[in-house]
Nanobody, 124 residues
Framework: VQLQASGGGWVQSGGSLRLSCAAS????????MAWFRQAPGKEREFVAA????????IHANSVKGRFTMSRDNAKNMAYLQMDSLKPEDTAVYFC??????????????????WGQGTQVTVSS
């Protein structure tokens, strides 16, 4: 599986961005897809995930109510709608694909494939 993330940019606090993750390969729908982010000097942090064939996204507490993950298996795409952005959301955002067990769904170790990352910068 090859992944390509896009949609990052610069936005003022309170603004919105929509990230996209395009995946190659015929088995996209069988993978759990996830979004992680990494700020300078910090570890990669879980943002959201959607299991294979499951329509209910899981969001980190830090973004719950502001970010919404979705996926379109017919188009091999995953999305992250980010609203009410805050300066602390500034990071490089990565999409990942894998088949993690439930306890590993929020760990980067649960994912075998990664996109190149897209920068999100939120100014105060």
């Amino acid at each position: 599986v090859q992944l390509q993330a896009s949609g990052g940019g610069w936005v003022q606090s309170g603004g919105s961005l929509r990230l996209s993750c395009a995946a190659s390969g015929p088995t996209f729908s069988s993978y759990t897809m996830a979004w992680f982010r990494q700020a300078p000097g910090k570890e990669r942090e879980f943002v959201a995930a959607m299991k294979a064939y499951n329509s209910n996204p899981i969001h980190a507490n830090s973004v719950k109510g502001r970010f919404t993950m979705s996926r379109d298996n017919a188009k091999n795409m995953a999305y992250l709608q980010m609203d009410s952005l805050k300066p602390e959301d500034t990071a490089v955002y990565f999409c990942g694909a894998g088949r993690p067990i439930t306890s590993m769904i929020s760990s980067p170790s649960g994912y075998s494939y990664w996109g190149q990352g897209t920068q999100v910068t939120v100014s105060s």
